[in-house]
């Protein structure tokens, strides 16, 4: 199966689909509260992202640093700080006074200091600690590049992996405090990029997926092997286990998700939401609150009932997608820098 690219950006049409595909997981696991769908989800969607940011890293893996700084600044950096000033009028105006920023009674100055160390909180629930990770992972990676001997940068990368993978495993389970700019996670997140960027490198995706049947097979190999390391890790009472079974997890269901997107057709929905995945990440809980909110109020929904239900939860994260459509479009029309854009991208 050759590259296709869309017509009209010259974008590789698998990639978008993944993004499209992620962006939406991601969304609907901020939905609900599911157990199994929840471990399945994010045991993949945020490596999947920077997979795909390795795939595409190769003319940033060449630019100087000053311009790669500048590019970076202006894709990740600025978004960031933007859409952080829109979450925290949200928060400030509604989300302090409701649920559990309420409860927690943040202050101004609690917030403000969380959003300059580009973290998340329970009190300010923000996704937008992805753009400062992926700037930090981005920035170690061109550093690593320029080692010569590749074994050292192999060896830096395993080392980082081993401690990334138990810090990410555990971060949610134990509360463990984050990083400024989330150099904990970015220690782990640094693998799953250097991994796309081999994998681009060597064309593996396009000669190892390279027809529907061949897909399918790989797809059902990885499930297979998600669901019996998946009932291993919830049986097993070893640390070194548990993390191990982790791993192979995230791996496993990251090489069946992108097969499962190498065998989509180019369709031109996914790849409007592949291409604006920042304003949906950045956005999409903002959204989610209001839906849950209106449910509540207006219509006596409980929240519990939404968190328990599959097809609620994946009916409203289509509408939360759709309602940033038009938000979508004026930031692009009059704003593309928020979303990391430049006007000429847009014409």
């Not at 943040?106 to 700037?135: K, R, Y």
């Not at 190498?262 to 959204?287: C, D, P, Y």
């Not at 979508?328 to 928020?338: A, D, Q």
Request: with cysteine; proline share 3%; hydrophobic share 55%.
């Amino acid at each position: 199966m050759e590259l296709r690219e869309s017509r009209i950006t010259k974008r590789i049409a698998w990639i978008d689909i993944c993004k499209a595909l992620a962006i939406s997981l991601v969304a609907l696991g901020h939905m609900q509260s599911i157990y199994l769908v929840n471990e399945t989800i994010f045991a993949f969607a945020m490596p999947a992202f920077f997979f795909l940011s390795g795939y595409t890293f190769e003319r940033s893996a060449n630019a100087p640093f000053l311009e790669l700084l500048r590019k970076k600044f202006h894709s990740l950096v600025i978004p960031y700080f933007g859409f952080s000033a829109i979450l925290f009028a949200f928060w400030f105006l509604v989300r302090r006074n409701f649920g559990l920023s309420y409860e927690t009674h943040a202050t101004v100055t609690d917030v403000l200091m969380q959003i300059l160390c580009g973290t998340n909180s329970t009190f300010f629930v923000t996704p937008l600690w992805f753009l400062t990770c992926l700037f930090v992972v981005e920035i170690l990676f061109w550093c690593l590049l320029r080692i010569r001997k590749k074994f050292l940068r192999v060896t830096i990368i395993a080392l980082l992996f081993i401690p990334g993978l138990i810090y990410w495993t555990y971060m949610d389970m134990l509360q463990l405090p984050h990083v400024f700019w989330n150099f904990d996670q970015a220690s782990f997140f640094l693998s799953c990029l250097a991994i796309g960027f081999v994998a681009s490198k060597r064309n593996l995706v396009e000669k190892l997926l390279c027809s529907l049947k061949r897909n399918l097979f790989v797809v059902l190999v990885s499930v297979i092997v998600f669901a019996l390391v998946f009932a291993v890790r919830e049986k097993t009472t070893s640390p070194l286990l548990f993390v191990s079974m982790q791993a192979m997890m995230t791996f496993s269901s990251l090489l069946a998700f992108v097969a499962i997107c190498k065998s989509i057709r180019e369709r031109a929905v996914l790849n409007f939401i592949g291409q604006n995945t920042i304003t949906i990440l950045a956005l999409h809980i903002m959204v989610q609150s209001i839906l849950r909110g209106v449910l509540f109020k207006v219509f006596h929904v409980a929240p519990e009932w939404i968190e328990t239900s599959l097809i609620v939860s994946v009916v409203l994260t289509l509408v939360t997608i759709a309602a940033l459509v038009p938000v979508i479009l004026l930031i692009n029309r009059f704003t593309p820098w928020l979303a990391g854009k430049r006007l000429s991208a847009l014409k």
